[in-house]
């Protein structure tokens, strides 16, 4: 029986997602030769928790230091505030880094893992190179461009590259080049690239639609419309639904048909918005077949959000990576992408650059962007088309089969 750790970075929600992914892929692999251990904190440990109910002495709760939020996602004034002073019950920096890598440190000393798999998680790394244990680092960032704003954190890229580097292999969640969607987030160095595999996106298993259809996709049947999308930690996602609503307000979005996927587990969210202004549940404004403008879900299911990908004209993103390569690849629809970090702008900026999306730094922009799509859908199509077809979608499975062969190889 192998022992395998699991780290999971716990700002947000991609790196969670990833890792389930890959996790699954890994058991299918592995059958009942590994036992697992996984370490993260906060609404990550609880989701592992909720997922591996007869686990909870695998699942380790290990307080990973973490930006403070902001209102637009992390707050830079108040995270450097943080480094040597308490901010909102986080305690100084130096000391969560201290008190996070004397955790970690235990749980290696005791578990004694024959291989550890880090997204996002670089103190792990460290600990598994001074070990001399076998680790896999999963990203879609190395050193990414950052613009003039942003500039004066340079130095800390470099040091992060830095530790990133000491993984066994460094994974990549993406397609090979020159379909690279993370392109402007990694610029590798030369002495980085042999450790570097580009093993695809980790996305979800296509959807097999048994179910009747419930009353959301019967609503939206023969109509067209955008979809946006609400992803990420809380600020990111309040943030990100701000800007959405400034773009809602104004006049030329009048007509312009939309479903917002809240990402928030709260069922009082889901309602009809008529073009009259009145609001409905779900199911009354498919029984009374109203004239809608927007409709807004807590969460869809995976069936719903399979409907809704199929049919909508456009979607509206911050930039995740992990949507991006979903809508994208796996549906081939053009995106809008409103950015709230540098990463999720250079994401934009590549898809832009490939004539997939537009970029939309404003709510001018976005009415720009819906127009363009439109007006030129037919172009998108066809440079949509040979990204799909280049597209690598079982990032997940070839991780897990790198995994798997490093595990053999210690026998």
């Known amino acids: 029986m192998y022992k395998v750790g699991e780290f999971i970075y716990p700002w947000g929600s991609g790196h969670f997602s990833r890792m389930m992914r890959f996790h699954d892929a890994f058991l299918e692999n592995m059958k009942n030769k590994i036992e697992v251990h996984f370490s993260s904190k906060d609404h990550v ?73 880090n997204d996002g998680d670089m103190g792990s790394n460290i600990l598994a190179k001074n070990r001399d244990i076998p680790s896999l680092f999963i990203t879609n960032q190395y050193r990414p461009k950052l613009y003039k704003t942003r500039s004066y954190f340079y130095p800390s890229l470099y040091f992060i590259a830095k530790q990133i580097a000491k993984a066994t292999k460094i994974i990549v969640a993406d397609s090979p080049p020159p379909y690279t969607l993370c ?24 959807i097999i639609q048994n179910n009747s259809p419930s009353d959301l996709e019967k609503i939206i049947e023969d109509s067209e419309f955008g979809y946006w999308m609400r992803t990420g930690n809380k600020s990111t996602n309040d943030g990100t639904g701000e800007r959405y609503e400034q773009v809602f307000h104004k006049n030329e979005m009048k007509n312009e048909k939309r479903i917002i996927s809240h990402a928030r587990d709260d069922s009082s969210i889901d309602s009809v918005l008529a073009k009259d202004g009145k609001r409905f549940s779900i199911s009354e404004a498919y029984e009374k077949k109203i004239d809608w403008i927007q409709i807004d879900v807590g969460y869809l299911s995976e069936q719903e959000k399979d409907t809704v990908l199929n ?36 994401n934009i900026k590549w898809a832009e650059n490939k004539s997939l999306g537009i970029l939309a730094k404003n709510t001018n922009k976005v009415m720009v962007g819906i127009n363009k799509i439109k007006e030129n859908h037919e172009n998108f199509e066809g440079s949509l088309l040979e990204f799909s077809q280049n597209f690598v979608p079982n990032g997940a499975e070839n991780t897990a089969k790198i995994a798997s062969e490093i595990l053999e190889e210690k026998r």
């Open 183 to 206: 392109e402007l987030n990694l610029n590798f160095n030369k002495q980085v690239l042999e450790k570097v595999s580009y093993v695809g996106h980790f996305t979800n298993k296509k």
């Open 311 to 346: 049919y909508c004209k456009y979607a509206v993103v911050n930039g995740s990576h992990t949507v991006m390569g979903e809508i994208l690849g796996g549906y081939s629809k053009p995106i809008i992408g409103i950015p709230i970090y540098d990463e999720h702008e250079n």
């Open 45 to 117: 440990f609880q989701k592992l928790l909720k997922k591996f109910p007869d686990q909870k002495e695998r699942i380790h709760n290990i307080l990973m230091p973490t930006p403070i939020d902001g209102k637009f996602g992390p707050s830079v004034s108040l995270s450097m505030l943080n480094f040597l002073l308490p901010v909102r019950e986080n305690p100084p920096l130096v000391n969560q880094i201290a008190d996070y890598l004397r955790e970690e440190r235990k749980l290696y000393n005791k578990e004694k893992f024959d291989l550890v798999i």
